[in-house]
Antibody, heavy 121, light 108 residues
Framework: QVQLVESGGGVVQPGGSLRLSCAAS????????IHWVRQAPGKGLEWVAF????????HYSDSVKGRFTISRDNSKNTVYLQMNSLRTDDTAVFYC??????????????WGQGTLVTVSS | SYVLTQPPSVSVAPGQTARISCGGN??????VHWYQHKPGQAPVLVVH???DRPSGIPERFSGSNSGNTATLTISRVEAGDEADYYC???????????FGGGTKLTVL
């Protein structure tokens, strides 16, 4: 069965860095784009970043562009999110999600359980 | 950037019909997806491509999209449907994905 498992969350000071991982199983990983979506405490879902199935295209929300980098290793079925220059308003549960594509994106059909990132001094 | 507007809350009695709106400029020409999100759980895709249901999602969940409003309709609402619901689109001009602010469905 399709599984996405996030890891790497934790507590970090403002200005610090953290790398999240999203390990996938149960499907042909190299055939799917993967996204990161976050939810700050008491807030709604916010799209963060996307990486194409082959790693050749990346897109970022304006709030993280220049600070976060998404990458993938298809040999390890894993997507990463390198987060630098973290701010207190980056505190959130981070989810990775799979997105099928057929001429247009088909929505996020599988999600991980999320990993909590807390930015605090 | 493209903006999606949802009502913060919707309340409905068990067995009744809940309608959750998602407003956006000419949203009818975009493809809308809907997610159910319960506390402490991963979000679940309940409607994709405006009106299609993934396997395992009850027929009680349906969607429509026209003009400047998309709507998620939940028929014969049950207590277990209580959750936050989000609409989402692909903004082709920026290649970004956009979520609405979310609607909390309360079953009275």
């Amino acid at each position: 069965q399709v599984q996405l498992v996030e890891s790497g969350g934790g507590v970090v000071q403002p200005g610090g860095s953290l790398r999240l991982s999203c390990a996938a199983s149960g499907f042909t990983f190299s055939g799917y784009g993967i996204h990161w979506v976050r939810q700050a405490p008491g807030k709604g879902l916010e799209w963060v970043a996307f990486i194409q199935y082959d790693g050749t295209k990346e897109h970022y929300s304006d709030s993280v562009k220049g600070r976060f980098t998404i990458s993938r290793d298809n040999s390890k079925n894993t997507v990463y999110l390198q987060m630098n220059s973290l701010r207190t308003d980056d505190t959130a549960v981070f989810y990775c999600a799979r997105e099928p594509y057929n001429w247009t994106p088909l929505g996020f059909d599988y999600w991980g359980q999320g990993t909590l990132v807390t930015v605090s001094s | 950037s493209y903006v999606l507007t949802q009502p913060p809350s919707v309340s409905v009695a068990p067995g009744q019909t809940a309608r959750i709106s998602c407003g956006g400029n000419n949203i009818g020409i975009k493809t809308v997806h809907w997610y159910q999100h319960k506390p402490g759980q991963a979000p679940v895709l309940v409607v994709h491509d405006d009106s299609d249901r993934p396997s395992g999602i009850p027929e009680r969940f349906s969607g429509s999209n026209s003009g400047n409003t998309a709507t998620l309709t939940i028929s014969r609402v049950e207590a277990g449907d209580e959750a936050d619901y989000y609409c989402q689109v692909w903004d082709s001009s920026s290649n970004h994905r956009v979520f609405g602010g979310g609607t909390k469905l309360t079953v009275l």
